[in-house]
């Protein structure tokens, strides 16, 4: 593939007193695929690479939400509020049914998305994702580098790697090619009150139930695509088969060698596997 | 896709005292992928479905292992003498390095193979296998499918259905479309000789050690692709989970509302992604 650049001007559009920032590209025909990001992450924060290949076929929307990047307004403390402005968003741009791909955090929106708008999306990508009241495996140094706020450019590489990568050198190798590539794009950085909130919603989100049954997970009879890496130390690979097993349509892919970050790892195999999955039949 | 048919005549080869038949087919050029069938199963239980998509691509070789099918000789009661046996077979076609895909036990041969010749296999897939020593969950009426002998034509289907689908009628039917198109091929059965011998080997491999690390697929450094459906009554999925978290290098594929089958379920989805596994770099 030769080199694809994310279009680097946003879109703006005004609903729900909040100015969203996007940017829609791609094929102009087809069901619109919008992406969920990360904890702190905007809509530069997607890997290109991965990005490039969907785009080839299908019209691509990467936004920001309410609060975050070049969006107006205050990040929400809890994931249904983010879930209900990303609503107001797709409503705004006249969308009727989308697909969608939630990352990390953007998982967990993406999840209370469906369940809150049942018939706006028709399919469902969850990457390095996982249930409300999911498992947990705090690790201080994992909270410390999500956390991080200031320090210098090595600092962010290597919280990047820890948070993001395996241990392994082909792991980290190919996450400072992903942190380069997006690095090249970044103009917006997140506020701290993304980050305040943000941790919050998290926060509330994960707290643990050991006796959770996830029946709410039957109410999402979407097909759904998993993906996570094989040792995710963020939000543990555990929660990828929990989904699976309790959603009734969940496919689960799960990545070799690489953790969180799986899907910027391996960009083009991972977009590969969401080409099939959206396109299948 | 246009129909596919498994091209019907047999090919012989004699080596180590074993006349084996095989049907080589497919594209002529590019490395083989070999293909070992699963319990009680000949070279005519593949779903042609499956395998037309794969030899759009590629070399094809279905094969009897000894004393299977239309192949001479006893069956070993060790998936050790089996994998000896495919290796037999394989160094007799003047084949240096193939790609190999096992189903259940013809998982347990593909492993052992890896371990016993690592520079004859290129890829691995393993399709609802386990490693030894995995998961069991012992259920009487899942034993007595696996081995009963005669019965009428809606016993063997209901037992199939059984062993191979989930319970809901999406997946029975799309198994009644499966053991269709399988029936139709098929001519020769397997002796009882089989069945005893396999059943022994079986026995061996699943023995379970509860304090059992999995060491030993540290050494199966090649790439692997391991898939199940989300629920395998006969080779519960966990042991999926097992192989892909112990060996070096593997991606896991589960798919959903299905079991042990799971690739005759979603044959031409199954194939895809086995053909962008191969495919990789």
Redesign the interface.
Known sequence: MSKFTIPTESSYIEAGGIRFAYRKFGQETGIPLVFFIHFRGTMENWDPNMIGVLAESRPIILFDNAGVGESSGETPTTVAEMAKDAATFIKALGLERVDILGFSIGGFVAQELVLQQPNMVRRIVLAGTGPQSGVNDPRKDVYEAMTQVGGDENDALENFLLLFYGPTETSRTAGISSYKRILSQKKVESSPQVLDAQLQAISQWTERDPEQKYDWLQKITQ?VLVTNG?KDVMVPTENS?IL??N???????????SGHGHLFQYPE?FA??VK?FLD?K
Chains 1, 2 share one sequence.
């Not at 959603?247 to 060698?257: E, M, S, T, V, W």
């Open positions: 097909a094989v088969y699976t097993e959603l009734p349509n969940a496919q689960l892919i799960i990545y070799p060698d195999q590969g596997h099939l299948s």
